[in-house]
């Protein structure tokens, strides 16, 4: 391929991919002939990086147009020094040899190697017995199937905010479990702190390089952003990267989608996946819109886009209107509850807080308990028995995450009403967790939102047998109020039921404040 450009400037159009996989390099060399006696510069490196060339050679010429010097430069593998980029040593241009492909061949293999290392010397693999360079032929197909197979489940994590690098970090760790949860392992992490997020493309063309590097670096297929981002800068990072972008919010959905087991659960999810996509989908070409009609409105009919639009219109439609009957039919199961004044009480807190474990250890259940984000999305209800035949109905509900989605909050309004029904919120959180105090602000803020910031509640510390008792003492002394418990050892249950038991008032079956 030959492009003519100016003396300024080449403009290089749109190329072809040689391979395959968006963690390789593209199969092309570029060859650029600088018409001043400028060597490699800033810019011929970038190019080299977002077009994931093979490498990038510099050919200068004199003032009759003959060949003088040539230079270039590749991509490294991750190292030690942190280099993302080889330059040779400028040569004349008739001196030396280079075998380009040889070149290339052996930096994609170790590329793949640093993502995929090789098993552990002496084991009983395929290559015991075989000679070195069988041996490596074989690892090299073994690499070049996991990278094809792997590349979609490897993420860059990116955090570009105005907020101090150490939340920036704790966020981008919370990010890294919800990746996990979803079967997406963590390539590399990219944060950047700005004073304004820029509104096109979110992150600076410095830092763009830098997360190209990563993502070449980790033979990482996707990047997934930490917040989220509007329908324009969703757009632009894929067309920049060549890569499937994700934001929190996809991620929180697709876990919630991998999650939901029950009708209820999936019509859930895939309302708020449907609220997600409209705005998006018709964001991408309203000027192809002709559903006006009238004069200027006329035309060949309905656009693919529009037509995918009005379809997903119309399954909104249809799964909002089950979703309704759904919410109808738990308020009738609640009013019947409601009348034979048997009190309530709502498991609430931050996913994998060990609520569910908590509902077993009272209750005898076994409902799911796993160490998992979002183990439970559909509610629980179980009763609590206590001494002279008095119980309790004892709910356990989806947990909360920061930043919960918009469109969730919307979606499972069917199973968030069963908090609004309750009498007393039990508030578990997380004893041992790093972030347990914004754990707790989080919880209170989508209380706020859900208006149950009146609702009696008690806040429960659980999983205290991995404090030392230092820090566990610390923690009583901070939350004097609170109970300190084990729902997996079962230590503090017997203090949790007196408690529940002094806060409802038996007679009118309502929680004492």
Excluded at 293 to 308: S, V, W
């Amino acid at each position: 391929m030959v492009i003519a450009g100016d003396a300024a400037r080449i403009l290089i159009p749109e190329l072809p991919r040689a391979r395959e996989g968006a963690g390789r390099l593209r199969g092309l060399r570029l060859l650029v002939t600088h018409l001043t006696d400028d060597l490699l510069r800033q810019e011929d490196l970038l190019d080299m990086l977002f077009l994931r060339l093979d490498s990038v050679c510099i050919l200068t010429v004199d003032a009759h147009g003959q060949p003088l010097l040539r230079q270039h430069a590749h991509l490294l593998p991750p190292n030690p020094e942190g280099k993302t980029s080889l330059i040779h040593p400028p040569l004349r241009w008739d001196m030396g040899q280079t075998d380009f492909t040889a070149e290339a061949i052996a930096l994609e293999e170790e590329l793949a190697r640093a993502s995929f290392p090789a098993p552990a010397a002496g084991g009983n693999g395929p290559d015991d017995g075989v000679s070195g360079g069988a041996a490596a032929v074989r690892a090299i197909r073994r690499i070049r199937q996991e990278e094809g197979r792997g590349s979609e489940n490897r993420a860059i994590l990116v955090s570009v905010s105005e907020k101090p690098r150490p939340e920036q970090e704790a966020s981008l760790a919370e990010l890294a479990d919800l990746a996990a949860t979803a079967g997406v392992s963590t390539a590399g992490i990219l944060i950047q702190r700005v004073a304004a997020v820029n509104p096109r493309i979110i992150i600076g063309k410095g830092r763009l390089a830098d997360l190209e590097v990563l993502a070449l670096q980790g033979n990482a297929g996707l990047i997934i952003f930490d917040g989220e981002l509007s329908p324009a800068q969703l757009r632009n990072l894929t067309d920049v990267t060549e890569r499937r972008v994700l934001d929190r919010t996809q991620l929180i959905l697709d876990i919630f989608a991998q999650r939901a087991v029950s009708a209820a659960g999936k019509f859930q999810v895939e309302l708020a996946q449907l609220q997600y996509l409209l705005p998006r989908l018709s964001g991408k070409a309203r000027a192809l819109d002709r559903l006006a009609g009238g004069i200027g409105g006329r035309g060949p009919g309905e656009t693919k886009l529009e037509t995918d639009r009005r379809r997903l219109r119309e399954r909104v439609a249809r799964i909002t209107a089950d979703l309704k009957d759904l919410r109808r039919r738990r308020a009738q199961a609640r009013s019947r509850r409601a009348k034979g004044n048997v009190p309530v009480a709502s498991l609430v807190g931050y996913t994998n807080a060990g609520k569910s474990t908590l509902l077993n250890r009272l209750t005898g259940s076994s409902v799911l308990a796993e160490n998992r984000l979002f183990a439970t999305l559909d509610p629980t209800t179980r009763r609590l028995r206590f001494p002279r035949e008095r119980e309790l109905i004892l709910t356990d509900t989806v947990g909360f995450i920061r930043g919960l989605p918009r469109e969730l909050m919307e979606a499972f309004q069917a199973t968030l009403e069963e908090m609004e029904e309750a009498d007393l919120l039990l508030h578990v959180a997380d004893a041992s967790h790093p972030e347990r105090d914004m754990h707790i602000a989080a919880v209170d803020e989508i209380l706020v939102r859900l208006k149950l910031q009146n609702t009696p509640r008690l806040l429960i510390f659980n999983k205290i047998d991995a404090l030392t008792e230092e820090a566990l003492q610390a923690l009583r002394e901070r939350q004097p109020e609170a109970l300190f418990l084990s729902a997996l050892s079962g230590l503090g249950l017997a203090a949790l039921s007196r408690t529940i038991a002094d806060r409802i008032d038996w007679e009118r079956g309502i929680a004492l404040r």
